[in-house]
């Protein structure tokens, strides 16, 4: 057990529909990522939250968004969902307790879109 | 932009046999990871490395981190059925923050028992 928590652990959505995923990190963690794993990409990391505040991005979609609140939790928001979009969503966080480039992983959310 | 290649993409092996596995770039890394990813879980960190010509040791893992800066390889001896998974290598270029890591895609291992 990581210590991060995902929800939900599966969705099934329509094309065009928008989705919330969600994030608790590390009892402690102030860094949050999000990571996109598909069959043709591989895990590509989309963006990094420390603290409330955009760290930095990666490969996001401008209709994708996220945020991380006072309580450190994070959300990562997905619209106008198309096919392509199906995929299984990580969010890693890190904090001073792990080695550098130590991230501990969520289980993911997988996202079918049909 | 930065990519890692990774090989092999898949290796299917007897129990007891060493695996070996790399990964290259075009780019240098001041940081590799190497990651395993078990069915159902998200990835966790088996071996980190800092500095070129770094090898690092975690139990039957080995990893070392290329001269070059541009290649890591990972070796497990006396593979056991628990090894299955997916390896992942993960490098982190300079400048880059902490978590920015870009991933190969992966080695999908199987053992026979």
């Known amino acids: 057990d990581s210590g991060v928590t995902q929800t939900p652990k599966h969705l099934i959505t329509a094309t065009g529909q928008r989705v919330t995923l969600r994030c608790s990190p590390r009892s402690g963690d102030l860094s949050v990522y999000w990571y996109q794993q598909s069959l043709d990409q591989g895990l590509q990391f989309l963006i990094q939250y420390y603290n409330g505040e955009e760290r930095a991005k990666g490969n996001i979609l401008e209709r994708f968004s996220a945020q991380q609140f006072p309580d450190l939790h994070s959300e990562l928001n997905l619209s106008s969902l198309e096919l392509g979009d199906s995929a299984l969503y990580f969010c890693?966080?890190?904090?001073?307790?792990?080695?550098?480039?130590?991230?501990?992983f969520g289980e993911g959310s997988r996202l079918t879109v049909l | 932009g930065q990519q890692l290649n990774q090989s092999p993409q898949s290796m299917f092996i007897q129990e007891g046999e060493d695996v070996s596995m790399n990964c290259t770039s075009s780019?240098?890394?001041?940081?590799w990871l190497w990651y395993k990813q078990d069915p159902g879980e998200g990835p966790v960190l088996l071996i980190a490395l800092y500095k070129a010509g770094e090898l690092t040791s975690n139990g039957r893992l080995t990893a070392q981190f290329g001269i070059t800066r541009k290649d890591s390889f990972l070796n497990i001896s006396a593979s056991i059925p628990s090894d299955v998974g997916i390896y992942f290598c993960?490098?982190?270029?300079?400048?880059?923050?902490?978590?920015?890591?870009?991933f190969g895609k992966g080695t999908k291992l199987s053992v026979k028992p």
């Open positions: 890693a966080s890190s904090g001073t307790s792990g080695r550098p480039g130590e991230l501990f």
């Open positions: 993960a490098g982190q270029g300079y400048g880059g923050s902490q978590g920015n890591l870009i």
């Open positions: 780019s240098i890394f001041n940081t």
